[in-house]
């Protein structure tokens, strides 16, 4: 819901896994910032035929999760000293520093709110296993918050 641009990180040995479709899904119901796909450990396959089939594959399934022509960049040219080269690194940087965000209609017409910090206040006589009192501290993102508007907190539910 805050970010403006997301860097999927994908391990291309493994390929899609189900967490990351899972978290795709969820931006696609929250108004779908710029998405950017990073390929790592590129450098562990053996020769260039596989990693060529792979990166095609991962590219196709890549468009066909966002859309097409959706940026996905590649690390693992080579590695030194368990870093990826400057050069790749500062192609994504400059990609980074160059791109436009839209603004997303979800987050402008919805209110959230980013949490700093929270606190349990209710009584310490209370028994751990009965219902507690929970202080947020944040910041009220999007439109106005209303008192006495039901939140949801994802994992956990609704409240009010």
Same mark, same amino acid.
């Given at each position: 819901?805050?970010?403006?641009?997301?860097?999927?990180?994908?391990?291309?040995?493994?390929g899609?896994?189900?967490?990351?479709?899972?978290?795709?899904?969820? =931006?696609?119901?929250?108004?779908?910032?710029?998405? &950017?796909?990073v390929l790592? %450990?590129? $450098?562990?396959?053996?020769?260039?035929?596989?990693?060529?089939?792979?990166?095609?594959?991962?590219?196709?399934?890549?468009?066909?999760?966002?859309?097409?022509?959706?940026?996905?960049?590649t690390?693992?040219?080579?590695?030194?000293?368990?870093?990826?080269?400057?050069?790749?690194?500062?192609?994504?940087?400059?990609?980074?520093?160059?791109?436009?965000f839209?603004? =997303?209609?979800?987050?402008?017409?919805?209110?959230? &709110?980013?949490?700093?910090? %929270?606190? $349990?206040?209710?009584?310490?006589?209370?028994?751990?296993?009965?219902?507690?009192?929970?202080?947020?501290?944040?910041?009220?993102?999007?439109?106005?918050?209303?008192?006495?508007?039901?939140?949801?907190?994802?994992?956990?539910?609704?409240?009010?």
């Amino acid at each position: 819901k805050i970010a403006d641009c997301i860097l999927l990180l994908v391990d291309a040995k493994f390929g899609f896994e189900m967490e990351t479709f899972e978290f795709l899904n969820i =931006l696609q119901t929250h108004g779908f910032p710029k998405v &950017l796909g990073v390929l790592t %450990h590129m $450098d562990q396959f053996r020769t260039t035929k596989s990693l060529r089939a792979t990166k095609k594959t991962l590219k196709m399934r890549f468009w066909n999760e966002i859309y097409d022509g959706a940026k996905l960049f590649t690390f693992g040219g080579g590695v030194v000293s368990n870093k990826y080269l400057k050069n790749e690194v500062k192609m994504l940087n400059l990609f980074l520093m160059r791109v436009k965000f839209r603004p =997303l209609v979800w987050r402008n017409t919805h209110p959230y &709110l980013l949490v700093d910090r %929270h606190e $349990d206040i209710s009584p310490s006589s209370l028994p751990q296993t009965s219902p507690r009192t929970m202080a947020f501290y944040g910041y009220v993102r999007g439109t106005h918050l209303k008192s006495n508007q039901p939140i949801h907190i994802p994992g956990v539910g609704d409240f009010s």
